[in-house]
């Protein structure tokens, strides 16, 4: 099986990784990672893992959207907010809500020497869900698209692959061709309880992972 740069992530993890407990039980971990992906890297990604497409794009949608019900998004078939509650407190849409007008401002403007960026998350503000990504920033370089990415915590079998998704979906929405994503993973990881689903992973057998909530 060829091996694509996702996949160096999560055998390094396996390799290199720490471990320790938290309390959502035991994970391996490695810190201050760096992932850059080109079109033809998220091709890779999208094409050998088995991502729920159109339940990411929804959640996107429903995000921006600023919606904060649970309910709605259960509707679209999307149950991991469910142990939230009924509300998202101050989580993805509080943010999110805040990106199609910053959307709209890059593709009037275009401008190579500005930095666009959402910043998601805030201290001391309560939540019921914290968002793992932590900053989104736009950059144009000689016609081109560059987004990078900040991820406090990176759940690498299940989170990790669905905010890269997440990302190439806002790129879609920015007329400039996409150079790249970079993603800086403050802390990337695997639970316990993925592990073996991971292993089979990277020899080219299907994986089913656990959400650890």
């Not at 959307?103 to 275009?110: D, L, Q």
């Not at 690498?156 to 920015?174: E, F, N, V």
């Amino acid at each position: 099986m060829k091996i694509n740069k996702y996949h160096r992530i999560l055998s390094k993890i396996l390799l290199k990784g720490k471990v320790q407990e938290n309390k959502k039980g035991q994970i391996t971990y490695l810190i201050n990672e760096k992932i850059e992906l080109k079109p033809f890297d998220l091709l890779e990604l999208f094409e050998g893992h088995g991502l729920a497409k159109k339940k990411l794009k929804d959640e996107l949608q429903l995000f921006m959207s600023g919606e904060r019900l649970t309910d709605e998004y259960r509707s679209k078939g999307i149950s991991w907010w469910d142990y939230c509650g009924p509300i998202l407190v101050n989580s993805y849409p509080t943010y999110f809500e805040q990106l199609p007008p910053l959307i709209k401002k890059i593709n009037k403007e275009k401008r190579n020497s500005k930095n666009y960026v959402l910043f998601l998350g805030s201290n001391n503000t309560e939540s019921n869900q914290l968002p793992c990504l932590s900053l989104i920033q736009f950059q144009v370089e000689k016609g081109k698209l560059i987004i990078s990415a900040y991820q406090r915590s990176s759940d690498a079998s299940l989170g990790l692959p669905s905010d890269i998704y997440h990302l190439y979906l806002i790129s879609k929405q920015i007329n400039l061709p996409l150079k790249s994503i970079t993603l800086f993973l403050g802390n990337v990881h695997i639970y316990e309880n993925n592990i073996p689903e991971t292993e089979k992973l990277l020899i080219g057998d299907p994986a089913k992972f656990n959400l650890n909530v």
